[in-house]
Each structure stands twice: as structure tokens, then as C-alpha cells.
């Protein structure tokens, strides 16, 4: 499947770097650039892009209030934040806004790309720190659930795997870690969403927070 990327940042050098860097993946077309959120909203009802690539900090329109508004023009837009903001007041009004990645711009490529491609199959990506983040504050608004009955749930394998993806670890990552084939940490966490009655990894990286397997 090929990827139809947007890039949005207010800065012509750093969106220039990007597309070169991006363009060169066989799978990935990068359909567009803007330089804030109103071009951005213009470029994504024509464009109809995959995943947008969104900066934070813009003028005219900020990252977090574009986001917003995209997800009611485009129901099914897919934004990773990628910015140099890891507050913690950022990061929750961007992922409030819709987001459904956060990256650093000091972030590696390789695990950019990994970004984008998850993105794009409709899987989020948080930034290991921004993960922690996210956990922390999951799992002082939500309610402890049966601990003992969840996680007995989980095999062994399963809670290596868990404990793995918590921290903000890439499937790759995971089965570097493991030493096993990537289909097979797919597999693992397919079961442990199931297990968990969690929705996205997100979500499974909260109850491992409760369940004190991380």
C-alpha cells in the first residue's frame, strides 16, 4: 500500500529535509506541503492524504487547533505530531485534539518511517517518553481494574511483550528484543488487546501501568 503523506511546519528548510528524506521510501508519496493550519485544512480536503506529518507550534493556526478541525472535515485524517514540545500540557492537547501519533523532531528516521507506516494501518505511536506520559496520566484518571484476573490472563511471552510495547517499543523492536519473527509480535499483541479489552496499544500500555507490569 502506498502512503499519501502531508507535511505541515512553518519552517521551508525542515519541510524540504523531510521530503527528501520521505520521498526516497519506495512506499511513502508526498503529496503536499503547508506551512500552517489553514493551508493544511485547505490542501487536506483536496488531497485527501493518508497520514499528515503536523508541527505543534505555527502561525495563523497552531498544530493542535488544525488537528482539531481536520477531524471534523476529515473524519478518518490521521495526524502524527512531530515537534519539539514534550510538556506535558502539549502533548495531551494535541492527542485530546485527535492526534494519534507524537514524535520529537529529534527522533531517528528509521523510527519515523516506522511511524508513518503504523499511522497508515491505523495504529498509533507515541514517543517512548511521550508514552510514559500518557500512562501515567490514563492510569490516575481511570479506575484500577481485576488485576489478578487480567493479568493471568496474559502468558508469559505475552507480558514480556506487553511490558515491551509500554515502554514505547516498535514492533521491530519488540521482536529484536525477543529474538522472533515480527509476525509473530502481531500475533502476540492481537491476543493481548484481546486479553486486555484494550483497543490500541495505548490502551494496553495503561493496564500493564496497573497491573504493575511496568
Known sequence: MRIRLLLVDDQALFREGLHTLLS?????????????????????????????????????????????????????????????????????????????????????????????????????????????????????????PAADTLAGSLSDRETEVLRLIARGASNREVASELVIAEGTVKNHITNILAKLGASDRTEAAVKAHELGII
Open 24 to 144: 526516497m521510501q519506495p512506499e511513502v508519496d508526498v503529496v503536499g506541503e503547508a506551512a500552517n493550519g489553514e493551508e493544511a485544512l485547505r490542501l487536506t480536503a483536496t488531497l485527501r492524504p493518508d497520514v499528515i506529518l503536523m508541527d505543534l507550534q505555527m502561525p495563523v493556526m497552531d498544530g493542535a487547533a488544525t488537528t482539531r478541525k481536520l477531524k471534523t472535515q476529515q473524519s478518518d485524517a490521521r495526524v502524527i505530531i512531530l515537534t519539539t514540545f514534550d510538556d506535558d500540557e502539549s502533548v495531551f492537547e494535541a492527542l485530546r485534539a485527535g492526534a494519534v501519533g507524537y514524535l520529537l523532531k529529534d527522533t531517528p528516521s528509521a523510527r519515523l518511517l516506522e511511524a508513518i507506516r503504523l499511522t497508515a494501518r491505523g495504529e498509533t505511536f507515541l514517543e517512548p517518553s511521550i508514552a510514559a506520559k500518557v500512562v501515567a496520566e490514563f492510569s490516575r484518571l481511570s479506575p484500577r
